[in-house]
């Protein structure tokens, strides 16, 4: 009886070979699920590292625009890098400081009052009802005001009894920060470091490379940068709106404004922080001041995003919709905000490049002749 040869397939019998195929298929499978659940892992250990090496390139990209204007009208660009990085820093702080303040306050002020009484929450809650009540909706408004202030005073209360560990996690927090700022600087100052991912591609593709990396790069601070710009005007006028109220309007403005600036998912919920805390003022403008901020809501929602961002991603509602739901099963909130920029960035590379100017005027040349 002649057996086949071992060391040569072609001779083995088809269910021979299927059965060794299916084995081989079966542990490159089970290695490759293993690699996977090792680099997942090491990703999970490794996110706050991670997230300060992503949140540095987002910052040098951000910050690049600025930056070539300067250096093109003559700025060394060192000198350009820091006029930026120092304009961009100056607000934050700011911000970030009377953010800091204006909540602390508003949480003792919140906490350390006594529980409104009945009569003080129907005088709260008498120009709503009145205002249903002339549409011909009779709703007793009375306990579920009751419920909602007794939920805001029970999470301040949760609020500043954690502050310490709040502040702990704040100050955890700088490590990675800092690394972020710090890596964003480096790459502003010295561009060509990220040329380094081309030296280990083939040359012929190093230009494909580079032009990938252009196109992603220029999609993302548009996306990310008029979505900062649209919460920066949203959370100015709704400041300047909760302001008639006798509300705090550096925090109110500033919390609608961040959560406005949020891609993708945060112009729904920016209504709420400002209608919150005008609702907590109960001044004698709060029924004018909470239409003056539904209506700012609502231009921003109508007018103000449509013009900034159409012609950012250059995608179909389709796809914007299956990407941001994708990109929220896969990885959360990150996922469902740079899903969006990244599609984007692959439909634009697989995109044949526009034609420069030079050779349309020779085509157009050679047409006329």
């Known amino acids: 009886m002649n057996l086949p040869s071992p060391t040569d397939p072609k001779s083995w019998p088809p269910f021979a070979r299927l059965v060794a195929w299916g084995a081989l298929a079966s542990a490159a499978l089970l290695l490759i699920g293993a690699g996977l659940s090792q680099v997942a892992a090491v990703a999970s250990a490794q996110g706050g590292l991670l997230s300060a090496l992503v949140a540095g390139w987002l910052l040098a990209t951000l910050a690049d625009a600025p930056i070539e204007t300067l250096a093109r009208r003559g700025m060394a660009r060192r000198r350009a890098v820091v006029l930026v990085w120092v304009l961009g820093a100056v607000p934050v702080l700011i911000i970030g400081g009377e953010l800091i303040f204006a909540l602390a306050q508003s949480l003792t002020t919140v906490v350390a009052g006594e529980p409104p009484t009945s009569a003080q929450i129907a005088g709260l809650i008498e120009r709503p009802a009145a205002l249903l009540q002339s549409v011909g909706l009779k709703i007793d408004l009375l306990p579920v005001a009751t419920e909602v202030i007794n939920l ?10 954690n502050l310490a560990g709040i502040a702990a996690g704040a100050v955890a927090a700088l490590g990675p920060v800092i ?25 012929s593709s190093g230009a494909s490379l580079h032009r990938s990396r252009q196109v992603l790069e220029s999609i ?13 005007i949203y959370g100015v006028a709704v400041g300047l709106a909760a302001s008639l109220a006798g509300a705090d309007a550096v925090l109110a403005g500033t919390l609608g404004g961040l959560v406005m600036a949020i891609p993708s998912i945060g112009q729904g919920p920016a209504l709420l922080p400002p209608l919150l805390l005008v609702l907590l003022s109960a001044g004698p403008a709060t029924l004018l001041s909470i239409a003056l901020i539904v209506v700012i809501w609502l231009l921003c929602m109508t007018l103000l995003a449509p013009r900034l961002l159409n012609g950012v991603l250059h995608l179909s509602g389709a796809t914007v919709f299956v990407a941001g739901a ?11 905000i740079f899903a969006l920029p990244l599609v984007a ?3 634009a590379i697989r995109r044949p490049p526009a034609p420069s100017a030079r ?7 050679n047409k006329r002749r």
């Open 179 to 203: 690394l972020a700022l710090g890596l964003g600087v480096i790459l502003s100052a010295n561009p060509g470091y990220l040329d380094i991912l081309t030296t280990f591609a083939p040359a």
């Open 359 to 365: 050779i349309s005027k020779r085509a157009t040349t």
């Open 326 to 336: 994708v990109g929220g099963l896969v990885a959360g909130i990150p996922g469902a």
């Open 220 to 232: 993302l601070a548009r996306f990310i940068g008029r979505h900062i710009l649209m919460g920066l």
């Open 152 to 161: 805001i005073r029970s999470t301040a209360e949760l609020v500043q009894g």
């Open 345 to 347: 960035a692959v439909a």
